[in-house]
Every structure is written in C-alpha cells, then in structure tokens.
C-alpha cells in the first residue's frame, strides 16, 4: 500500500527566504506526482506535475525534483512572499487510472 | 475554459439522512474522480469515473456511490449519513493527453456537515 509522508507539518518563514518542501513516499513504482496547493477552506491548486520519466519541473519561483528510486520529491520556493502563505500537498499517482495517494500536507506561512 | 465546478458549496443534513453532490468537470475532461478531506484523515480518494464507467474505487463503504452521465458530469451519494461523514468533498477532472499526460484539476469542494 503506498503511503505518502510530508515533513514538516508546519513551516513559518519571513518573507524572502528560499524554502524547500519534502514529500516521500513508500512504493517507487508511481506513474506520475503533483504538488498542490490549499487555501483555507477552498478547493486545491496544482503547482507542478512531474512524470516518472523526469527529475524536475520548473513553474516561475516554484521547482519540484523527483528522484524516484529513493521515493522522495521535494519543493523549492524561491524568494518566498506572504501569497505563498497555503497548504501544500504532494500526490503520487499509481498506474494509468486517476487514483491519487495524498501527503498530510506542509501547512506555510510567510510572515511580511 | 471554466474550471470544476460542483455543486452545492455548503450543505447541512442530519444522521440517516442521504445526500448528492454534483460535479461539472472541465469542458473536453472525461475523468471525474472524487476525494473526501477531513482534518483526521487527510484527503482520501473515493472513485473515479471515465466515460460513465466507475475505473477505480478506493477504500469506503457501500453506502458511497456516484454515478457519471453521457455530458461527463458526475455525482455523488451517500445514504444514511453518520457524524463521521462531515467533511469536504473534492471533484477532479482530467484528461489524457500525450503519453498519458493528465494532470488533475481540483474543482472548490462542497462543505457537508451532518448534525
């Protein structure tokens, strides 16, 4: 059973400092991962999604690696600001159905 | 191109009671899958649905169901609701592109609270 871990739970930064999410998961057989983000009470937002064949998608300020022989991914905001204040989430995506393996998510914030 | 959309945003029911949510997904997106989110749990996937028919299912009971018409728009039920049902719940379209490219949008969610 995949199982998909973030760490850490909580992030609190001052605006302008790089910052680096990182998601892990159990199963290295994945089809693809997607990182979204979660306003308060709303609906998710996708960032960047990274096939198995690929090591990184690039977004503006967002960067997302793969490296799925170690099952794990990471997320680099560069130059963070108080709008990058959200919940982000990492998802794996199993086989050619639609079926995503959520992470906890890193709840961020980013203090002017 | 309008993005996912469903339908109702809030939704208050009491136990034993049943509800449907709907999902409109993006014009052209054939795959309509469903997600409960809650504060205990995290976000879990319910079902998908492609073309009218259900292609994965995940790990709830029976009382969870949704179906998918010919327009690609789906919805969801669950009868004889519990406390524990109170959640949100997240629609998501996709569609296959090259290489099975298919990135899933999320549509706002509906809010249920069973009292």
């Known amino acids: 059973k995949q199982e998909v871990t973030q760490i850490p739970a909580a992030l609190s930064v001052p605006e302008g400092e790089n910052l680096v999410l990182n998601c892990s998961f159990t199963?290295?057989?994945?089809?693809?991962l997607q990182w979204f983000r979660q306003d308060p009470g709303k609906g998710l937002t996708s960032l960047l999604l990274?096939?198995?064949?690929?090591r990184e998608q690039t977004s503006g300020r967002l960067n997302a690696s793969l490296d799925k022989s170690s099952g794990r991914s990471t997320l680099y905001i560069a130059a963070s600001q108080p709008g990058d204040s959200a919940t982000y989430l990492c998802?794996?995506?199993?086989?050619?159905?639609?079926?995503?393996?959520f992470g906890g998510g890193t709840r961020l914030m980013v203090k002017p | 191109k309008a993005g996912v959309t469903q339908t109702p945003r809030y939704l208050i029911k009491t136990r034993g009671q049943q509800v449907t949510l709907s999902c409109s997904p993006i014009?052209?997106?054939?795959?309509v899958s469903w997600y409960q989110q809650t504060p205990g749990q995290g976000l879990q996937f319910l079902f998908e649905?492609?073309?009218?028919?259900?292609?994965n299912k995940g790990n709830f009971p029976g009382r969870f169901s949704g179906r998918q018409f010919s327009n690609s728009r789906s919805e969801m039920n669950v009868s004889t609701l519990e406390l524990g049902d109170s959640a949100l719940y997240l629609c998501?379209?996709?569609?296959?592109?090259?290489?099975?490219?298919?990135?899933?949008?999320f549509g706002p969610g509906t809010r249920l609270t069973v009292l």
């Open positions: 998501a379209s996709s569609s296959p592109g090259l290489a099975g490219y298919n990135e899933q949008f």
């Open positions: 199963d290295s057989a994945i089809y693809n």
């Open positions: 990274i096939q198995s064949s690929q």
């Open positions: 998802a794996v995506r199993r086989n050619a159905g639609n079926m995503l393996t």
């Open positions: 014009s052209g997106h054939r795959s």
């Open positions: 649905y492609f073309s009218e028919t259900q292609r």
